[in-house]
């Protein structure tokens, strides 16, 4: 190979290597391009994202205070459910006792 052909070809090489290269510049920068009309898409994605996290935020407050509230009345319940309770298991006695005085009474007169 003479020295005009080994130019020649090294020339031819180096040509394609640069077509390739900026072949694949083109693709890349051809493929990752982000339109307007993208990003106003992308805007609005991200708006009703933001407004569905927001929501959620609120959801979660609404169910802690909800929660928080019948967490309490289940207490004032429970309490109100075991002072009943006292007071039946107190009326119980008193009318048991009450019966035995009555029968008590009834076994002297008779």
Do not use: C, P
Not at 37 to 63: F, P, V, W
Not at 64 to 87: F, K, P, V
């Amino acid at each position: 190979m003479s020295r005009a052909e080994f130019i020649a070809v090294t020339a031819i090489i180096l040509f394609v290597a640069f077509m390739l290269g900026w072949f694949a510049n083109w693709l890349i920068h051809r493929l990752t391009r982000v339109t307007q009309a993208e990003m106003g898409e992308l805007d609005k994605m991200a708006q009703s994202l933001h407004e569905a996290e927001e929501t959620r935020d609120q959801a979660i407050t609404y169910l802690q205070q909800r929660e928080a509230e019948l967490t309490n009345q289940l207490s004032q319940t429970e309490a109100e459910l075991g002072a009943a309770m006292d007071g039946l298991r107190a009326a119980r006695q008193e009318a048991e006792e009450l019966r035995s005085y009555i029968e008590r009474q009834q076994q002297a007169a008779g």
